[in-house]
C-alpha cells in the first residue's frame, strides 16, 4: 500500500477516534445531575456549564444547518489540500493535526445535526465556554501551522541537459 493511503486511512481512524471522545464527553456531560458544578471548590477555576451555541465561532449565526455544514466542509478541504504537499513520507505531525481538525469539526457537525446547536461545556476563568472538539480543532491548526513552518520545500528538480 502507498504511503499516501496509509496516511489517509489514519487521518480518517484518528479523526473517528477524536469525535468518539468528543461526543463521549458530551453524553456524559449531558447526563451530569447539575449544570455549572465547580471542580475545585473555592478557586473557581474550572466549571462543567451546559451552554447550547447555536452560532458559529463567536456566536455567529448563519441560518440553516446546511450553510455551517457547507463552510466547514469547505474550510476543511481547503486545510487539506494546503497541508498534502506537507505529508512527506515519515512525517506523522500532518497526519495527526488533520485528524485532530476533522475530528473537531465533525464532531461539532455532529452536534448541530442532532441537537439544532453545538453543546459546549469547558468553561475555564475568563475564557469563553468551549468544547472538546474546539479544541481539537485549535491544536490540529497549532501542529499543521508547526509542520508547515518546520518542514523544507519540495527540492526542485534540476534542469535536465540534452
Given at each position: 500500500m502507498q504511503e499516501?493511503?496509509?496516511k489517509i486511512i489514519w487521518i480518517v481512524f484518528l479523526s473517528a477516534v477524536f469525535v468518539l471522545i468528543d461526543q463521549v464527553a458530551k453524553y456524559i456531560v449531558l447526563r451530569l445531575?447539575?449544570?455549572?458544578?465547580?471542580?475545585?471548590s473555592d478557586k473557581k477555576l474550572y466549571l462543567i456549564e451546559l451552554h447550547k451555541n447555536t452560532g458559529l465561532a463567536f456566536g455567529v449565526d448563519l441560518g440553516m444547518f446546511w450553510n455551517y455544514f457547507l463552510i466547514i466542509v469547505v474550510i476543511a478541504a481547503l486545510i487539506f489540500v494546503f497541508v498534502k504537499e506537507?505529508?512527506?513520507?515519515?512525517?506523522?505531525?500532518?497526519v495527526v493535526g488533520l485528524a485532530l481538525v476533522f475530528?473537531?469539526?465533525f464532531g461539532n457537525i455532529i452536534d448541530r445535526w442532532n441537537h439544532g446547536y453545538v453543546i459546549?461545556?469547558?468553561?475555564?476563568?475568563?475564557?469563553?465556554?468551549?468544547?472538546?472538539?474546539d479544541v481539537?480543532?485549535?491544536?490540529?491548526?497549532?501542529?499543521?501551522?508547526?509542520?508547515?513552518l518546520?518542514?523544507?520545500?519540495?527540492p526542485?528538480?534540476?534542469?535536465q541537459s540534452v
Open positions: 499516501r493511503n496509509k445531575p447539575s449544570m455549572g458544578e465547580d471542580f475545585f506537507k505529508m512527506y513520507v515519515g512525517r506523522f505531525g500532518p475530528g473537531g469539526a459546549d461545556f469547558v468553561k475555564i476563568s475568563i475564557l469563553p465556554i468551549f468544547n472538546l472538539a481539537f480543532i485549535l491544536v490540529g491548526v497549532i501542529v499543521l501551522f508547526i509542520c508547515i518546520k518542514t523544507p520545500d519540495k526542485k528538480k534540476a534542469p
